[in-house]
C-alpha cells in the first residue's frame, strides 16, 4: 500500500515504562465502489486507509464525499489516539507527553 502521511510516535502500556513506537500511516485516497459499501456513493465518493502498525490494533477505512474529505478524515488521528489512551500512554520522540497535562485524556 503507498501512504501520504505517517505519524510516528512512542508508547507504553499503563504503569509501564517501557516504550515502544507506533505508526499511523494513511494511504492515498481511493473511489469507493458501491458493492464494498452499505451507502451510496458517487463516481466523487473516496475513502482512505489509516493504518496502525505497533500496537494491537486494526486498520479502518474513512470515507467523504470527495479525496480531499477523505484525506482530512483520516488525518485527524486524534480521536483514535485518545480512544487509545485508555490503555496506552503516549508520547512525541522527544520523550515529551502527547496530550498536555491540561488536555490529558483519562
Known amino acids: 500500500m503507498q501512504y501520504i502521511a505517517e505519524r510516528i510516535l512512542l508508547f507504553s502500556e499503563k504503569k509501564c515504562s ?23 456513493v458517487d463516481r466523487y465518493t473516496s475513502g482512505c486507509r489509516v493504518e496502525i502498525e505497533g500496537i494491537d490494533e486494526c486498520g479502518f477505512d474513512l470515507y467523504g464525499m470527495d479525496s480531499l474529505q477523505a484525506v482530512n478524515l483520516a ?8 480512544r487509545l489512551s485508555g490503555d496506552y500512554d503516549f508520547f512525541w520522540l522527544s520523550g515529551e507527553p502527547y496530550f498536555d497535562e491540561e488536555d490529558e485524556v483519562d
Open 18 to 40: 517501557i516504550r515502544k513506537e507506533v505508526r499511523i500511516r494513511i494511504g492515498v485516497p481511493y473511489p469507493v465502489q458501491q458493492d464494498k459499501v452499505e451507502f451510496s
Open 75 to 82: 488525518s485527524n488521528i486524534e480521536p483514535l489516539i485518545e
